[in-house]
């Protein structure tokens, strides 16, 4: 892959579901840092350590499942922020990783979710609204549990 970035044919080389630990696994070795690390985040899984580590070793960090976490969407605390806004509980969830400065991948194949998807950009959440979605954290992952990877 390296050779491959060395000769242009690729602009960049990204990672998916790196732990801090595997990532200075590639630092150490690697001729090429990735440039994005791809994730599960939302706010049941804010990987907060991680979202740093990332910012500070200039890696983009990508989310996926942002809006898909078990519950996540009926959660009161997401549903008042978002009756508050005056959108839904996807926007709200979509919205807090933007805000974090982390590029969020939304899937839907309803056309109607994926309009209101792409409306993120004229609303902000305060840093109260943050807060409490910060404070909803517990760790629960949706997708595959990374945690134990070699």
């Not at 790196?18 to 690697?30: K, T």
């Not at 993120?120 to 404070?135: G, V």
Request: glycine letters at 6%; proline letters at 3%.
């Amino acid at each position: 892959m390296e050779e491959f970035h060395r000769d242009g044919v690729l602009r960049a080389l990204g990672v998916s579901n790196f732990e801090p630990r595997h990532i200075d696994d590639i630092l150490a070795c690697a001729g090429v840092k990735p440039a994005v690390n791809q994730v599960e985040r939302h706010a049941y899984l804010a990987q907060t350590e991680l979202r740093e580590y990332c910012a500070r070793h200039e890696i983009l960090l990508e989310a996926y499942g942002s809006a898909g976490a078990k519950g996540l969407l009926e959660d009161p605390v997401v549903r008042a922020i978002a009756a508050a806004h005056g959108r839904t509980a996807a926007q709200v969830s979509l919205k807090y990783s933007v805000q974090r400065g982390i590029v969020v991948l939304a899937k839907s194949v309803t056309e109607k979710r994926i309009a209101q998807n792409a409306k993120l950009f004229d609303f902000e959440l305060s840093e109260e609204d943050l807060a409490k979605l910060e404070a909803l954290d517990c760790g629960q992952r949706s997708y595959w549990d990374n945690s134990n990877a070699p």
